[in-house]
């Protein structure tokens, strides 16, 4: 079975070469297409069991945008995510959990709403 891991890895060689050809914006452009829109599978897919990824993936990202950013093993990954403005994968976590808790909340406002529309629609049928 491919993981999202495995998928991120086969990115290495292709980001280490696009680093010579592109400028920083366009390789920062390149993270979100390529990269995060991969982690962010994995955050959906894996939800149950998202600890268990995440050290893979979290390792995997660092080694990518230090690929991306032509910096050392050495490097401090802190520096090179405020650097570059990229969350980090735990980060991107609790993102994805604050867009649902949000997402949820307006789903329950608006069921409740329809409740209310409903009851007040029986009760006035009801009163008539």
């Known amino acids: ?8 890895r086969t990115l290495f060689y292709k980001i280490q070469i696009l680093r010579y050809i592109l400028e920083r914006k366009q390789m920062r ?7 995060e829109s991969h982690l962010g599978y994995g ?11 995440t050290e893979r ?5 660092k080694k990518i945008l230090k690929i991306m950013s032509n910096k050392t093993i050495s490097y401090s990954t802190d520096a090179l995510f405020v650097d570059i403005q990229i969350l980090d994968i ?6 994805e959990m ?8 307006r ?11 409903d009851q007040q629609s029986s009760f006035n049928s009801a009163c008539e």
Do not use: P
């Open 1 to 8: 079975m491919i993981t999202s891991g495995t998928k991120l």
């Open 29 to 35: 452009l390149v993270y979100f297409v390529l990269v």
């Open 43 to 53: 955050i959906l897919g894996w939800e149950g069991i998202l600890d268990v990824h």
């Open 57 to 61: 993936l979290q390792i995997t990202q």
């Open 90 to 95: 735990c980060q991107l976590i609790s993102l």
């Open 98 to 105: 604050c867009v649902r808790i949000k997402a949820e909340k």
């Open 107 to 117: 789903t329950d406002n608006a069921r409740n709403q329809y409740e209310k529309q």
